[in-house]
């Protein structure tokens, strides 16, 4: 399916590798340079924005580009196929004049999730946060339709669930603006329904893209990015900005507690959009992540505020106080570990690096890191000066593998010849085992997962 891209423009996120495809294709029989292991049985998903119709490149945010999920199926040592499809949003479905997939929307917002794609109960979801329903597809990636869970969701879902590797259960905390100020923390069985809703007030209405899970609580971000009417009657396509006189604090809220029962912390000003992950150490919350000093204060395009950081909080109970500490040098993001790790103390986690250009922007750029908690080094794997990484996400090399025992799965982009390819690297050396070139361009996107053949 072909449809008309936006115009160009000036929008750094219209352009270059950020600019979207206009084509949904059908590729198989692909290449594979080195050999894929033979455990790898399913399939790498990674969605990402990709408006399908004209946008005004004044207004546009990055955020908010149409759902496109690509998806490139392992099995037996070969790569069957590589397929991409735009989530087929009511709005999306009519610009390929299309019927429709009806299902329940929240409040009326139907948005294309464009953010997550999670396998989960042996189905697959696209997600998004802000308010907006998952949307279920089929294993080729065509639109099923949005989904409440059997009618037990109670609002919209978020893009960051955590799975606890003991129960199977997803844990997240959704925002929406139709809330004020709350947000909504909630855990979703292993059959995909929703067991568990606790509403917590917050002090106004904040973005809250991510949490974290501990064995004893949910953390949950209450950070100087939030809602603005102004913005919104505006036109501003996402419309949420830096507010500087906004308390900046992260709550814990035990597993079984309710909405009164969250401890708060105070924290210095700045906003997180990713967890590396949470743990339990004695009385206090050890938690990874990655801070930015502010987001959206001066640039409603995108995130494009300053270098982010990695970083370690630890939340001590009694004192009620939080000591940081810098886990790494330079700019990282899209922070992942070993899954099987979540919610418990972990060693090993990997990052991708960005930089400022000269023109002060914030960069992908060509390197992964990984980063030993233990002895508190860093190594890199550097992709070249023409090529730019997402995010990688950990595949064990075996239900019993030891941590970092396995491989790290996601695309590079190669600015010459404009082309992408699935990379494969031993998780312990960053060396490559194996790629699968694509004679095709994968956007910059967010977030990706490896969904096994059940």
């Not at 194996?434 to 969904?451: Q, Y």
Request: glycine letters at 10%; a negative charge.
């Amino acid at each position: 399916m072909t449809a008309t891209g936006p115009a160009a423009t000036t929008n750094r996120y219209l352009s270059g590798n950020y600019a979207p495809v206009t084509v949904e294709e059908t590729l198989t029989d692909l290449p594979v340079e080195g050999t894929l292991p033979d455990h790898l049985d399913g399939r790498y998903l990674r969605n990402g924005p990709n408006p399908i119709g004209a946008v005004d490149a004044k207004t546009y945010h990055w955020f908010t580009g149409s759902g496109m999920v690509h998806g490139i199926r392992l099995r037996d040592g070969r790569a069957e196929w590589y397929r991409n499809r735009w989530v087929r949003s009511a709005d999306v479905a009519a610009a390929l004049g299309e019927p429709a997939h009806p299902g329940p929307i929240n409040g009326g917002f139907d948005f294309a999730a464009n953010t997550n794609v999670i396998g989960h109960a042996g189905r697959t979801f696209a997600i998004v946060e802000a308010g907006a329903n998952p949307y279920e597809l089929t294993d080729e990636l065509d639109t099923i339709g949005p989904c409440d869970f059997d009618g037990t969701l109670g609002g919209g879902f978020s893009a960051h669930p955590h799975r606890d590797p003991a129960t199977g259960e997803l844990h997240t905390v959704s925002y929406f603006w139709g809330w004020g100020n709350k947000v909504r923390y909630s855990v979703l069985s292993p059959d995909a329904r929703i067991t568990r809703l606790v509403d917590v007030e917050t002090t106004g209405a904040p973005m809250l893209h991510d949490c974290a899970v501990t064995a004893s609580s949910i953390v949950i971000y209450d950070l100087p990015v939030v809602f603005d009417l102004d913005l919104a009657s505006n036109g501003v396509s996402l419309p949420y900005r830096w507010d500087p006189t906004y308390p900046a604090r992260v709550g814990l809220l035990p597993r079984n507690g309710d909405g009164t029962d969250v401890a708060w912390f105070d924290v210095d000003p700045c906003y997180v959009f990713h967890t590396l992950n949470a743990y339990d150490d004695g009385d206090a919350v050890v938690l990874d992540l990655v801070r930015h000093d502010r987001m959206f204060a001066t640039d409603f395009n995108g995130p494009n505020e300053g270098l982010p950081t990695l970083e370690r909080w630890t939340l001590d109970r009694r004192s009620g106080s939080v000591r940081t500490a810098a886990l790494a040098e330079g700019g990282h993001e899209f922070p992942r570990i070993d899954e099987r790790r979540s919610s418990s103390m972990h060693r090993y986690g990997y990052t991708v690096g960005f930089s400022e250009n000269a023109a002060g922007a914030v960069d992908l750029v060509g390197s992964l890191f990984r980063h030993d908690a233990v002895n508190r080094t860093t190594t890199a794997r550097h992709f070249g000066p023409d090529t730019n990484v997402g995010e990688f996400v950990f595949v064990p090399n075996g239900p019993d593998a030891e941590e970092d025992d396995g491989v790290l799965m996601g695309l590079s982009h190669d600015e010459t010849s404009n082309t992408s390819r699935l990379e494969i690297l031993d998780a312990a050396t960053l060396e490559s085992v194996a790629a699968v070139p694509l004679p095709v361009r994968v956007p910059v996107g967010f977030h990706g997962n490896w969904i096994p053949t059940d």
